[in-house]
């Protein structure tokens, strides 16, 4: 189906682990983002990507890295957890307005 | 000073109430400007995109104020399916959106 889809929806892991969450659209759109959301914050910025092999900084990219390999893949790796990147985490594609997928909920113990 | 604030609420209404929202921005070079509905445990999803002349969509009007730097949501005739979180979204430039932290609505019968 078309669309914009993320893997997995759940996830508990343990601190100083590695945890890669995906994300994939089907649009061929060429923008893609990542946000974490938590209470009181609101939706927050952590990478983007311009196009495949373009990605850059966003608002809160510390202790996250990102690939673009492929226009409709956009994974998103925690290289060692920590219990402040409990969240949940949205992934998002865009020609003009930005559609969301429906998000992963991690918890880090 | 948060970049995009909003009154997280709650606004408790009736069915068929009028109930507007404010937001406020702080970088006065944005761009353009939106507001996102989200419900529970949901992905946002884009309610409307916000024009300098102000546009309306059906019960819900948008308006822009760039000297005082603040968006409004204007929603009339209430109903239970409005029951939601408002996002206010900015765009200081190409692709790097700011959201509020959200107003939450709850329309009552």
């Known amino acids: 189906d078309a669309g914009i889809t993320q893997s997995p929806r759940y996830k508990i892991t343990e601190t100083g682990r590695q945890v890669t969450l995906m994300c994939h659209q089907t649009?061929?759109?060429?923008?893609m983002f990542w946000y974490r959301q938590d209470l009181g914050h609101g939706l927050r910025l952590i990478y983007y990507?311009?196009?495949?092999?373009?990605?850059d900084k966003g608002e809160v990219p510390d202790g996250y890295v990102v690939s673009r390999s492929k226009t409709e893949n956009f994974p998103l790796t925690l290289e060692s957890a920590t219990r402040s990147q409990t969240s949940v985490y949205f992934c998002?594609?865009?020609?003009?307005?930005?559609?969301f997928g429906p998000g992963t909920r991690l918890t880090v113990l | 000073r948060k970049e995009v604030e909003q009154d997280p609420g709650p606004f408790n209404v009736p069915e068929g109430a009028t109930v507007a929202f404010n937001c406020t921005y702080s970088?006065?070079?944005?761009?353009?400007f939106f507001w996102y509905r989200q419900d529970c445990r949901k992905e946002p999803k884009l309610l409307m995109s916000?024009?300098?002349s102000g546009n309306e969509d059906g019960r819900f009007t948008a308006q822009l104020n760039r000297a005082s730097q603040y968006i409004s949501l204007l929603i009339r005739d209430s109903k239970l399916s409005d029951s939601a979180t408002y996002l206010c979204?900015?765009?200081?430039?190409?692709?790097?959106?700011?959201f509020g932290a959200g107003t939450r609505l709850t329309v009552k019968p």
């Open positions: 916000v024009y300098s």
């Open positions: 990507s311009a196009a495949a092999d373009i990605t």
């Open positions: 979204v900015v765009n200081p430039n190409n692709n790097d959106m700011r």
């Open positions: 970088n006065s070079a944005s761009q353009s």
């Open positions: 998002a594609s865009s020609d003009i307005e930005q559609f």
């Open positions: 649009w061929s759109h060429s923008y």
